[in-house]
């Protein structure tokens, strides 16, 4: 048995809006497809016995969206129990991906998985004047060096996952 320890630095990404939590939320549910996603919908996909035939799911499940909602957790709720108040900020975590993205990265290297799907965070201010989204860039965990090494085309599909999470945020913090 052998265990090593790498370290390695990944980045934070912190957006800060004026936009009340309600609306950067309800944008993302919005692009993410919440409450409209069969929750069944892994099955088929686990079912498909060809590339086809997994396409062919995920447009059923996304309509062609770049990323599908996997769950969404409102840690304030169980705080505000755990503390015995109710004046716990809102925070919602999301996790949402798409497995025809992450096939792009997993063919080069499967421990991209422990990073896919991505997560965000949105936190209402304790102030209560606007909301704060913050993620790890992705391609700052998935492509990590390994043994010293960058693996280039995990890092270039790793990216393109950058580019499309931060064009969701976007979507969910930008004032008309």
Known sequence: M???IEEFTAQR???ETSLPVAVVTARLDEALSKGKVDPTWWKALAKASSREEVEEEMHKVN???DFTLFSAL????????WYGRNDTPETHLYTFGNPLIAQTM???DLRAGLHVPPRLLVLQKADRDGTT???ILPSSLIAASVGGRVNEELKKAA????????????LAISSD
């Open 133 to 135: 989204v913050v993620y």
């Open 2 to 4: 052998s265990k090593v």
């Open 106 to 108: 997993l063919q080069h």
């Open 159 to 170: 990216e393109v996952l950058d580019e499309k999470l931060e064009k969701l945020v976007q």
């Open 74 to 81: 409102p840690h304030h709720v169980w705080l505000n129990g």
């Open 13 to 15: 990404i912190t957006y």
């Open 63 to 65: 309509g062609g969206k």
